[in-house]
């Protein structure tokens, strides 16, 4: 059975991500979503809140499971016996930013990363611009899911991050 782990901050998954991970449930017998810290990024949403909304917006893909990964990423690939990791790429950016990751991961595991090109439709959605839109009151409706659009207006109400116009 082929396993392939789609890591990522999630913080919080987006309709790009989602298209990523269906795409990669075609490819995979099995994908684990594994919802991990980056260090260099501060959290808009709680690591358990992130799981949550990944896990409501993957239940319709039946070979798709969401876990949390608690360290190392390639300690929990390991754990988890997957043979690649799958990671979305934009464009010029994510390449060079994901390319030393990979290499990285080969260097301490020797594991495979495969890169899918986002699909044109979903190529400027990032979840950083996505929260730097919302709290600035713009719409970011159709890029992520209901579920999701509120829990992060809610964060951003709760954490007073809203900068924007009022929000109804
Ligand atoms: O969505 P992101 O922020 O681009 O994902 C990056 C992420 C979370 C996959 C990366 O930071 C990661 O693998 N974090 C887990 C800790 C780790 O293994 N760091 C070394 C990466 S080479």
């Known amino acids: 059975m082929s396993i392939a782990l789609c890591p990522g901050s999630f913080d919080p998954i987006t309709l790009g991500h989602i298209d990523i991970i269906e ?15 980056n260090s260099g990024k501060f959290p808009l949403l709680e690591p358990e809140r992130r799981l949550e909304l990944a896990s409501a917006s993957l239940a319709h893909v039946p070979n798709v499971e969401v876990a949390e990964v608690p360290g190392l990423l390639v300690d929990f690939a ?18 060079d930013g994901e390319t030393p990751m990979a290499l990285m991961n080969a260097h301490l595991t020797g594991i495979e990363t495969v ?3 986002a699909r044109p439709a979903f190529a400027h959605i990032a979840s950083s611009l996505v929260k730097d839109v919302m709290r600035f009151g713009g719409d970011v409706s159709d890029m992520v899911t209901p579920t999701v659009h ?3 207006e809610a964060s951003m109400r709760e954490k007073n991050l809203y900068l924007g116009k009022e929000q109804q």
């Open 78 to 95: 390991r754990s988890v016996g997957a043979s690649a990791i799958v990671k979305g790429i934009r464009g010029s950016n994510d390449f």
């Open 115 to 117: 890169f899918l090109h």
């Open 23 to 37: 795409r990669s449930a075609t490819l995979f017998d099995r994908v684990i979503v594994g919802v991990a810290t």
């Open 150 to 152: 509120a829990a992060m």
